[in-house]
């Protein structure tokens, strides 16, 4: 699904041109709920932070960062395999 100069997500037929698009897309096909794309939304643009200026990385808003991460994962795990077992 992703690789570099953006996102191709098959099943829609859709280029996605960052990734924080890839989200804003899921949550437009039913594939996310909207809850989900609202906990989801910006932890991508941490990990710009992370790559390209780590240097001056907060570390207490790295921690938070990774405890909202850790928090909503699994719900988007579960979300994905939903949508995924719904497909076939």
Same mark, same amino acid.
């Given at each position: 699904? &992703?690789g570099n100069g953006g996102a191709y997500v098959k099943s829609f037929y859709? $280029? ?5 698009? !890839?989200?804003? #897309? ?16 910006? &932890? ?11 240097? $001056? ?5 790295? !921690?938070?960062? #990774? ?16 949508? &995924?077992?719904?497909?076939?």
């Open positions: 699904m &992703l859709r $280029r996605i041109g960052t990734l924080p698009d !890839s989200p804003r #897309l899921l949550k437009e096909k039913d594939v996310m709920s909207p809850p989900l794309y609202q906990k989801l939304k910006g &932890l991508g643009g941490f990990r710009n932070v992370l790559v390209h200026e780590y240097i $001056r990385v907060d570390i207490s808003l790295l !921690s938070s960062s #990774l405890t909202r991460a850790f928090d909503t994962f699994p719900a988007f795990s579960s979300e994905i395999r939903e949508w &995924l077992k719904n497909e076939r």
